[in-house]
């Protein structure tokens, strides 16, 4: 009787070990998983933050970047400035375009690579990817009005152009004085009886007669005769008139500003 008492009570001490050790187990593997789930959520957020950490800091960079009313400008560091800053309004607005679309292109890469980092990862919260698509909005707006700056650009280079050709421009009329006079380019002023007068412009211009001459892209006009007179009020040192054979001159424009600063030549031929 007492022996089948001990061997009960082994049989019981046998079976709480068992149950022992295997609570234990599962509190082992409990603990495990317990510590795997919180070093992963440590893990996720550590990555969250850094993630967010790295939107901010392209947003930045972003709201760095200045457009607005036809100018352009950003944040420069030192490297940004050149050693030798480009001589027109033209060049230094492409300049200043080509340095926008460089930092538009770097913001664009790290983006880029921040969304491919956290696909990698397996982090896809919702949050962050309003944010990285809200940035992607962000630089193709910049995008479009970098564009239009590129466009006006070009657009004031034009018109700055045809300005510059509009004010390089003379017009010139040549001709014997009864051909001046039947063409309505010159008239004859003052004298008694007809003689002694002088030759002068019209009073009335007619265009039609004149021969246009940019004196930024020439400073010569061939005269075909031996002789000529300056009837207009071009300044007398902004030019001279030199003989080039025995029936031929030349008008040299030696001050292109001065000389230009009436804007009608009129040149009287003599054989």
Do not use: C, W
């Not at 969250?48 to 939107?55: L, N, S």
Request: a neutral charge; charged letters at 25%; aromatic letters at 4%.
């Amino acid at each position: 009787m007492r022996k089948g008492v001990v061997a009960v009570s082994v049989i019981i001490g046998v079976v709480l070990l068992g149950a022992t050790a295997v609570s234990y187990s599962k509190y082992q593997k409990y603990r495990a998983d317990y510590n795997a789930s919180m070093a992963s959520q440590e893990d996720m957020r550590q990555r969250y933050d850094q993630a967010v950490g790295e939107i901010v800091s392209i947003q930045d960079s972003l709201s760095a970047i200045v457009l607005g009313n036809g100018h352009a400008s950003m944040a420069s560091t030192s490297s940004d400035v050149e050693a030798h800053p480009p001589e027109t309004l033209h060049d230094r607005g492409l300049a200043r375009i080509a340095l926008l679309k460089s930092a538009i292109e770097r913001t664009k890469a790290r983006i880029e690579e921040l969304d491919s980092n956290l696909k990698k990862s397996g982090v896809r919260i919702e949050n962050l990817e309003r944010m990285i698509a809200g940035l992607r909005s962000s630089v193709k707006e910049k995008e479009e009005r970098i564009a239009m700056l590129s466009t006006q650009v070009d657009t004031l280079e034009t018109k700055v152009t045809g300005l510059s050709q509009e004010l390089a421009t003379i017009f010139y009329a040549m001709g014997t004085k009864n051909e001046l006079k039947t063409s309505g380019v010159i008239e004859a002023k003052g004298g008694v009886l007809g003689l002694g007068r002088t030759l002068k412009p019209a009073a009335v211009v007619n265009e039609a007669a004149f021969t246009p001459l940019n004196t930024d892209q020439e400073n010569v006009i061939h005269i075909p005769a031996a002789k000529a007179q300056i009837v207009s009020a071009q300044p007398a040192t902004s030019y001279v008139l030199e003989a080039t054979s025995d029936k031929t001159l030349e008008l040299r424009i030696l001050n292109p500003e001065e000389f230009r600063k009436i804007r009608h030549l009129v040149i009287v031929t003599t054989t």
